[in-house]
């Protein structure tokens, strides 16, 4: 399994920007679809965005295509949310998931196995 630690979480005004990161250990990762979610107080985790093993093939939530961007780099084991025009309803705390099927891509939170503690997103108005 692949262990992930998440980071660059913050505090942000409305409009701003944030890149997260998340760094894997593991030998799986440069085969595996990675995937980001959220999850706000009293809501139900949700998809953000997801990229295959290669970096070819990105997935996006509708809420957040356009404003975000999900990238890898499989040399150093990382996998990046870069998020711009940030809202309030962005306030989460957002995870990197890894994919239990090598070729899968998309949102549904069964299909991954690995997930890292969390980082917090606070978006101010």
């Known amino acids: 399994q692949v262990q992930l630690v998440e980071y660059g979480g913050g505090l942000v005004q409305a409009g701003g920007s944030l890149r997260l990161s998340c760094a894997a250990s593991?030998?799986?990762?440069?085969?595996?679809?990675m995937g980001w979610f959220r999850q706000a107080p009293g809501e139900e985790r949700e998809f953000v965005a997801a990229i295959s093993w290669n970096g070819l093939t990105t997935y996006y939530s509708n809420s957040m295509k356009g404003r975000f961007t999900i990238h890898r780099d499989n040399a150093n084991k990382k996998v990046y949310l870069q998020m711009n025009s940030l809202k309030p309803e962005d306030t989460a705390v957002y995870y990197c998931?890894?994919?239990?099927?090598?070729?899968?891509?998309?949102?549904?939170?069964?299909?991954?196995?690995?997930w890292g503690q969390g980082t917090q997103v606070t978006v101010s108005s």
């Open positions: 593991g030998r799986t990762f440069s085969s595996s679809t």
């Open positions: 998931a890894c994919a239990a099927r090598h070729g899968y891509i998309g949102s549904a939170i069964s299909e991954y196995e690995s």
